[in-house]
């Protein structure tokens, strides 16, 4: 029963300290984002996006969570080989 008790506290520990490491290596890397897409028409309030990879452009408009502008740093999600931006 000791033992046992042991060895999870020393698991635990370990797991620790490996975590401790990642989240320390992932706060000092700096993300660097490239678009994606270009906006197809600035002057629009929501205006749709056209992806480099396909040269495609969105089936929607806004970000279909917020409401709110495409985002041309995100990826897009393909459904029936239509891109669909998002915020």
Known sequence: M???RWRAILITALVAMVLSTC???GKDAKHHYVE???????????PRLRY???NLV????????RK??????????YVN???VGFC
């Open 2 to 4: 000791i033992q046992l």
């Open 23 to 25: 989240s320390k290596k």
């Open 36 to 46: 994606l897409a270009e906006v197809i028409s600035p002057e629009d309030s929501f």
């Open 52 to 54: 480099y990879d396909s």
């Open 58 to 65: 969105t089936i929607n408009d806004r970000c279909a969570v």
């Open 68 to 77: 709110v502008r495409l985002n041309p740093k995100m990826p897009a999600v």
């Open 81 to 83: 080989g239509q891109p």
